[in-house]
């Protein structure tokens, strides 16, 4: 079967109801935080997902599980590697993230993205 015009998703026209979320682990630096994900694609393995994101304020240890492309539609991102160094990222900034990254992640407030991760078997 070739996938048509039908297969293509626009994510402003998606009826995708998110998924909301209270954020609440023993890696989390911060008060717990509420996320919302909408996820407009995923392939039949699941290995490859592409959506929305959108949390509040927060720090929080984080090792990346898979690679991700990501898109801030709103708010500052600050990841800071284990060695200390950091790079922060605003609207409209462009950045992937490779697979096995430890660090930290840090909204600096209400943040939103678009993103697209690979997971491979």
């Not at 630096?29 to 393995?45: G, N, R």
């Not at 430890?102 to 491979?120: C, F, I, M």
């Amino acid at each position: 079967m070739n996938p048509n015009i039908d297969s293509v998703i626009d994510f402003a026209a998606s009826q995708v109801k998110p998924l909301e979320e209270l954020i609440d682990h023993a890696d989390l630096l911060s008060p717990p935080y509420q996320a919302k994900t909408w996820t407009h694609y995923s392939d039949p393995s699941g290995a490859f997902v592409a959506g929305v994101w959108e949390g509040e304020a927060c720090i929080e240890k984080f090792v990346a599980e898979h690679e991700e492309f990501c898109h801030i539609l709103q708010g500052t991102v600050r990841l800071t590697d284990e060695q200390g160094h950091a790079k922060v990222f605003g609207p409209g900034s462009q950045f992937t993230i490779a697979a096995g990254f430890r660090g930290l992640w840090e909204n600096l407030g209400l943040v939103r993205k678009a993103y697209v991760t690979w997971a491979p078997a």
